[in-house]
C-alpha cells in the first residue's frame, strides 16, 4: 500500500478523495488528522493547513499533494482508468466548474452554517445550534439547490452520461448537511434528490456514509437522505 491519506473522514473534501480512490479501485490508508489539531510539521505538507494530503510512496519519500481538487486530477492522470473526467474540452471544464462550485460557495455555506454548529458543537460536548442551521438551510442554501435542480435536470449526472469527477464533488458535501439533519424536499428538488439517493447508495460512497454513520452514533444525530 503506498499511498495515504491525511484528514479526517468527515471533511466533505477527504470524502472526496477516499471516493476517487475507491472508484479507481486503489488502497490506502486513511490516517485521521483533525485540521483543528493538526500534528507537528503538518504545515510543511500542506502550507494552507488544511486536509486532505496525499502521500504516494510510489512517487518517492517526498511525493505529498495537499487540496482534494489536486490530488483527484493527479490519481485521474496516473490511473486513467476508470475514467473520472470527461474526454471532450467542454464537458472537462464544465467538470471543473461544478467541483469548483461545490467545493467553494457550497461547502463553505453549509460547513459554518450547518454542519459545525450541529455535528462539530456535539463532537465538542456542546449544544447543536439548531437555528443557525436551520436559519443557513432556508435562507441560504435554497440558491444552490435551486441551481442544481436546473442544471440537472432529467439526466443522471451533471455533465456527460457517466458518473465521474462532478458528481463526486456535488454529491459529498451533502453528505455533511445529512449528517446534521438536513436534506433536500423530493417535491422541490426532485431531480436532485433522486441523483443524491443514486449516487450515495454507490458503494465507494455508501462505505464512507457507514463509518461515519457509526462513529456520530453516540451523539443522537439523525442522518437525514
Known sequence: MT???YGSP???FVRKVRVMLAEKRLEYNLDPVSPFAPPPGFGDISPLKRIPVMRDDSEGPDAVLADSSAICAYLE???SAPALYPSKAFDYGR???FEEYADSDFVATTGLGMFRPVVVNRLMKKDADMALATDTWENKVPRFLE???RELGTRSHFVGDSFGIADIAVASPFVNVAHAGFAPDTARYPNLVRFLRAT???PSFATCIESERKALASLGLDYAL
Do not use: F, G
Open 3 to 5: 499511498i495515504t491519506v
Open 10 to 12: 468527515l471533511s466533505p
Open 77 to 79: 492522470r496516473k490511473h
Open 95 to 97: 467538470a471543473l466548474w
Open 147 to 149: 441551481y442544481y435542480e
Open 200 to 202: 450515495l447508495a454507490r
